[in-house]
């Protein structure tokens, strides 16, 4: 079992910058890959960026690429997602998930490849 909880959501002004955080209890964290997807109102949840469990490799969805970074310390069992040039279209509630893997430099961004999720945190940009 891994707790997943998520933070630093809030209320930001377009092409300002917010960093989510999720910090990881249970399981060992640093033998899981991580990601973060994204639920804007009246959408269906998507993928935004994933780690490997080595921190090696990443990958964005085309929208964010270039302005979100997704990074971890496996010594503080946390990963984030750095967020710059917010559009109002970014406005979603930001869940991250982890999957236990044996493949250190595997990502992975589909959902039913994960097995723990948190609860979201609502980031919302004005425009």
């Known amino acids: 079992q891994v707790h997943l909880v998520e933070s630093g959501g809030g209320l930001v002004q377009a092409g300002g910058s917010l960093k989510l955080s999720c910090a990881a209890s249970?399981?060992?964290?640093?033998?899981?890959?991580m990601g973060w997807f994204r639920q804007a109102p009246g959408k269906e949840r998507e993928f935004v960026a994933c780690?490997?469990?080595?921190?090696?490799?990443?990958d964005y969805v085309d929208s964010v690429q270039g302005r979100f970074a997704i990074s971890r310390d496996n010594a503080k069992n946390t990963v984030y997602l750095q967020m710059n040039s917010l559009k109002s279209e970014d406005t979603a509630v930001y869940y991250c998930?982890?999957?236990?893997?044996?493949?250190?430099?595997?990502?992975?961004?589909?959902?039913?490849?994960?097995?723990?999720w948190g609860q979201g945190t609502r980031v919302t940009v004005s425009s």
């Open positions: 998930a982890t999957k236990y893997t044996i493949y250190p430099s595997r990502t992975y961004y589909r959902e039913v490849e994960y097995d723990f």
């Open positions: 249970g399981r060992a964290f640093s033998g899981n890959a």
């Open positions: 780690i490997s469990s080595s921190g090696s490799n990443t």
